[in-house]
């Protein structure tokens, strides 16, 4: 399957921005599952902008800005094939015991080791109440393929999909608190639970295919950003992605823009500006598959 | 450091025997006095035997000198989530170690530093770990591994340029290593104003015992850093996290000491690969940076998104090698105890050495092994956070829940917990009460790379604990620290930081945020000088008038000009818009006659009331926060005055205070400014700092200027206000020796305003910004003046055949807005964001 996709973001300034420094990560991820066949970023007003590929493999730009602005926008436009099929129940699933000895005792640092997406992150700090009710998954002995399909779905069942009610620096443990949120903040306390018990779990940004009501069309730019889980099931299983909003595991719908340990690590457009006003922000993104596209 | 007295002194002195006697090392730990075979280590018997010659005078002298410095130069340290900084607490004696004993010391310290910088090297290096590397676990769970600095060769060389590492003496007389310290080392400032204050209490004591110098350290450590640049005397900073820094007093210490600009985030600017200095001459490169800020806190762009500390852009600036940094942000991924079991066999697989200074015990819950060792001690061992600092459990003190819950979160969450050996630390005598008591310390060595190797600094920075049981030691309440005496074999050079170089005459470019804080600090201090006149003008005539004499008009017009200045509290207002006064902001220049009488005493609440932004003590409060952000330039008598200004105590708690009191206090504080003024005009370099500092003030004086000849030489000014008017632009004695007559407008205004010889007149002032621009380095290239030159000469000229006779108030308005712009001109022209001084924003939001 091919998408296309375009991911607009526009900040608008109450007063004139001297300079800005932003970071973007907004080229979708080339990988094993999926091949980027074009990615290319826009920026306006323009911007000195240099390409980088971070530790963890995405390849972001950084853009530097010093024309006076009321306005900043961004432009993202990507061509993915998705390889990616969803993973069959494995047969051998390793009890999570010994995936967690596994990942303390490794020695390799390289951006895909386990080790990375064990520790306590910024967005993901530390809370052992949602460990403490993760383990319900876990009983000792779980096979961890198993114990994490089983934590997904709890966090689907038992947390409300509430658009609007948090936003992106919402911690976890309030997410917890509430049971309610969206994709970052399920994902989020997934990680939390998954890491609590010793196991590495990694953040996951990027998009979901939409598929619009029989008979309607698809609304122009009313996708958006999606986040999910990747967990590491031991060396043989590697890293299986979760999807706690939809209870799915990760196959050909989900395009991946970035992985990290969490949100701080992935957000799409980060930086500083020189100003003294407020700032609002409109986000618009279209994902189209191609035959769907030819089909219009 | 408490004065001793001279009895005290006098037994302090009596000679060994009488030290020995009655002091008894603990049980069970070491003692630097009394060595392991009970008598006086042998270094100690010389410090003793020096001490005998000295007269008891001398020594309570030395201590009486120690709290002066101590005091003068304000030697401070600030408590976590403390607003204050508190005295620095420095022991009475030193801790002395003989040459021999050092000399290991040093060799196993050098090595560590080395092996730290091999291991730093292999970790960002970024390929496949060899064989025999640690876990991964126990460096990737640092909070100071960071990877955006993976894969980034470290511009300079090295990761690491200061190392410092804590030690202590265990029970077996052996020094252990008990802490590293890689990511940005504090203390070594600390160990300089130590050996400062302790050489006023010994002076000829420390040559006499040979006692090694620290300033051929810090001269060492200063070429290496110089060693990192790219360029030929290459421009050094020390970046800092600024005044609510809990070492900023250090950092201040150390940029002054090493003669390095103290910079902010906000100071730099990375653009295209390179780091450049805001200054008042442009943007200029900067080429190395010490860096005391967190590695996190660096860059936003980069790193923490979250800090405001950060230069964005400064990573992908060393990336680019147009900055080296002392040490490397990452630098700080070393230093866990996690990795401390690892390193006697890092150190054989990285160097080829066995280890020369063993660390504790150590054992790290991430391994399987060392976590079923340590279960199995849980009861003997302590248990600290395997990555972030922090107080250690002692297994033997918790209960059999507490124990089983530690041992559930090691299961669980092994890689998070060390456990460690106990080591009860040596002690060093200390004095208390007239006596020494033995009491546990900690010592805090330093080694710099340089470029002829890595050198120990011979002394270090130790903390002795207050209480006899403490088992590590940290600054915090009841901690004193002390200077370390490493004596020499052979007598000892004298060299001081003083390097032989060429001649200059400029002081290198002035940054803008501190032209910005100089220039606000000279606002400042004039806008609390001008206030207290104010008040001093207020309380004198309501003693001269009695109620309903002539004198209740001035009365009435001060208390307007008081209030319209936004010296008085907003809820005091009311009454003020009831008599038609509309806004009563602080730039209002007309003030009505009639304020009805407030129920509070206005002279009193203008001096003391903080809330009112107007008031002396807010403008003192603001004074001192512009200051303490200056610490790297103002001598320290400037800091002391500054931060000891305050409008004094009320005589009573009365709401109003007598006229008589509050004219005492003004006049108390009028001094105190008078002496920082004298201070500045005759002590400090006519650099361009200066010239900021002094256009603050000259700034600041003409509105007041204008202000107060607007409210007291106006149309139907008594002359009663036109005396007071004297007495506040300081003209009286000038006035009566020009006119026989009593004050009349015309000449008043004429010396207020008008005279360019009147020193509190608005042409003197405008006269003297000018001077000041136009020395100031320009931008242009063209040659035309810049816009604070262009205004100030506008000012200067139209004051310059302005008439006296003919001022009237929307004049004086006009020169007033005159001086308003050119105010927010010299911000745009020399500030970090121009006149707004805005902070940068966050841009953020889920995208």
């Not at chain 2, 970024?126 to 470290?154: F, Q």
């Amino acid at each position: 399957m091919i998408y296309r996709i375009r991911h607009v973001t526009t900040y608008s300034y109450e007063a004139t921005v001297a300079s800005a420094r932003c970071v973007l990560r907004l080229t979708p991820r080339d990988d094993a599952g999926q091949a980027r066949l074009f990615g290319d970023v826009r920026v306006t007003p323009d911007a000195r902008l240099r390409e980088e590929t971070c530790f963890f493999g995405a390849r972001l730009h950084h853009a530097e800005i010093d024309t006076p602005h009321r306005e900043l926008r961004i432009e993202a436009r990507a061509r993915v094939r998705i390889t990616r099929t969803p993973p069959a129940v494995p047969a051998e699933d390793p009890a999570f015991e010994d995936v967690r000895a596994a990942a303390a005792t490794g020695t390799s640092r390289a951006p895909d080791a386990p080790v990375h997406a064990l520790f306590p992150s910024q967005a993901v700090p530390a809370a052992p109440e949602i460990a403490a009710w993760a383990s319900a998954s876990l009983p000792e002995g779980t096979g961890v393929f198993a114990g994490t399909r089983d934590l997904m779905r709890r966090i689907h069942a038992e947390f409300a999909y509430a658009p609007g009610e948090t936003d992106v620096a919402t911690p976890a443990r309030e997410a917890f608190r509430a049971r309610r949120g969206v994709c970052q903040d399920f994902a989020h306390v997934m990680i939390a639970g998954l890491r609590g018990l010793g196991l590495p779990a990694r953040y996951v940004s990027g998009y979901l295919r939409t598929i619009p009501p029989e008979g309607r069309p698809r609304l122009v730019g009313a996708d958006a950003t999606h986040a999910w889980v990747e967990a590491w099931c031991g060396p043989d299983l590697g890293w299986i992605g979760f999807d706690p909003t939809n209870a799915a595991l990760v196959g050909p719908d989900h395009i991946v823009l970035a992985v990290g340990r969490d949100y701080a690590d992935v957000s799409p457009v980060d930086g500083v500006v020189i100003s003294s006003g407020g700032q609002s922000l409109a986000v618009s993104v279209d994902v189209v598959p191609e035959e769907e596209e030819r089909g219009a | 450091m408490t004065a001793l007295t001279r009895a005290q002194a006098r037994e302090l002195i009596h000679g060994l025997s009488h030290w020995t006697q009655g002091y008894a090392p603990l049980p069970g730990a070491a003692d630097e006095l009394i060595g392991p075979d009970g008598t006086p280590r042998p270094a100690w018997a010389r410090l003793a035997r020096a001490l005998g010659p000295m007269s008891p005078g001398d020594l309570a002298r030395g201590f009486g000198s120690a709290e002066r410095h101590i005091r003068e130069v304000g030697i401070s340290y600030r408590v976590h989530g403390e607003a204050a900084d508190r005295a620095w607490p420095v022991a009475h004696l030193p801790i002395v170690i003989d040459a021999a004993e050092w000399k290991a010391i040093a060799a196993g310290v050098a090595q560590r530093a080395r092996l730290m910088e091999a291991l730093l090297a292999e970790i960002h290096a970024g390929g496949a770990a060899p064989d025999g590397a640690p876990p991964a676990a126990a460096i990737v769970g640092s909070p100071n591994y960071l990877r955006p600095l993976v894969g980034v060769a470290p511009p300079g060389g090295r990761h690491l340029s200061l190392y410092a590492v804590d030690i202590g003496r265990g029970p077996d007389g052996r020094w252990w290593v008990l802490n590293d310290r890689t990511q940005a080392p504090s203390g070594a400032g600390y160990a300089l104003e130590n050996r400062i204050v302790l050489s006023r209490v010994y002076p000829a004591l420390m040559e006499r015992l040979r006692v090694q110098r620290l300033a051929p350290f810090f001269a060492a450590f200063r070429d290496g850093l110089a060693a990192l640049g790219a360029r030929e005397d290459p421009r050094i900073g020390l970046l800092t996290p600024g005044p609510y820094s809990e070492t900023y007093f250090e950092q201040a210490t150390l940029a002054r000491y090493l003669g390095l600009p103290l910079v902010e985030g906000d100071d730099l600017v990375a653009r295209d690969g390179s780091v450049y200095v805001r200054t008042v001459s442009g943007l200029k490169r900067i080429d190395v940076l010490w860096r005391r800020v967190d590695g996190d806190y660096c860059d936003p762009l980069a790193l923490d998104a979250r800090s405001r500390l950060g230069v964005p852009g400064l990573v992908a600036a060393l990336r680019a090698g147009g900055v080296a940094m002392a040490n490397m942000p990452g630098a700080g991924a070393v230093e866990q105890p996690a990795l401390m079991g690892f390193m006697a066999l890092q150190c054989r697989r990285l160097l080829g050495e066995d280890p020369l200074l063993p660390n504790i015990a150590t054992w790290w819950c991430g391994e399987p092994v060392a976590r079923e060792e340590a279960l199995a001690r849980l009861e003997t061992l302590a248990f600290a956070d395997a990555f972030v600092p922090g107080p250690s459990t002692l297994g033997a003190e918790l209960d059999a829940q507490g124990r089983a819950a530690l041992a559930a979160r090691i299961r669980t969450r092994g890689v998070d917990v060390v456990g460690q050996e106990v080591v009860r630390l040596s002690t060093t005598p200390v004095w208390r009460d007239g006596t020494l008591e033995p009491r546990p310390f900690s010592l805090r060595v330093y080694a710099a790379a340089t470029p002829s190797g890595w050198q120990v600094m011979p002394g270090g920075f130790a903390r002795i604990a207050e209480r006899p049981d403490a088992r590590a030691v940290s600054m915090g309440e009841g901690t004193l620290s002390a200077d370390v005496w490493v004596l020499a074999d052979a007598p000892v050079a004298r060299v001081s930081l003083v390097p032989q170089e060429r001649i200059r005459r400029v002081s290198g470019h002035l940054p803008s945020r501190a032209a910005d804080n100089l220039f606000w600090l000279g606002r400042y201090l004039e806008r609390a000088e001008a206030t207290t006149r104010l008040v001093a003008a207020l309380a004198a005539a309501r003693l001269e008038g009695g109620e309903g004499g002539p004198g209740d008009e001035t009365v009435a017009r001060l208390e307007g000009l008081i209030r319209a200045l936004g010296a008085v509290p907003d809820d005091e207002e009311d009454a003020e818009s009831a008599d038609g006064e509309g806004g009563g902001g602080r730039e209002a220049a007309a003030v009505s006659l009639v304020a009805a009488l407030p129920a509070r005493d206005i002279a009193r609440t203008a001096l003391d009331d903080a809330a009112a932004p107007g008031s002396v003590a807010a403008a003192i409060a603001s004074a001192r926060r512009a200051a303490s952000h200056l610490r790297d330039r103002l001598a320290p008598q400037a800091w002391r005055l500054v931060s000891e200004l305050s409008p004094g105590a009320p005589a009573g708690e009365d709401e109003i205070a007598s006229p008589a009191d509050t004219l005492d206090r003004a006049q108390a504080l009028l001094e105190r400014f008078a002496a920082i003024a004298g201070l500045v005009h005759e002590n400090m370099t006519r650099s361009d700092g200066w010239r900021l500092l002094d256009m603050g003030r000259r700034i600041e004086r003409g509105l007041a200027a204008c202000r107060v000849t607007g409210a007291l030489a106006g149309a139907g000014a008594t002359s009663g206000d036109l005396d007071a008017l004297l007495d506040i632009v300081d003209c009286q004695i000038t006035y009566r020796t020009r006119y026989l007559f009593g004050p009349a407008p015309a000449p008043v205004r004429d010396l207020a305003l008008i005279d360019p010889n009147s020193p509190r007149s608005l042409a003197f002032q405008a006269e003297r910004i000018l001077e000041h621009v136009r020395a100031l380095p320009a931008l242009r290239e063209d040659g035309l003046p810049e816009p604070p030159e262009r205004l100030a000469a506008t000012l200067a000229r139209g004051l310059a055949i302005a008439d006296a006779a003919t001022i009237d108030a929307p004049a004086l308005a006009a020169f007033e807005a005159d001086l308003a712009d050119l105010a927010d001109a010299i911000g745009a022209r020399y500030f970090p964001h121009g006149a707004a001084a805005e902070r940068p924003e966050k841009l953020s939001g889920l995208a």
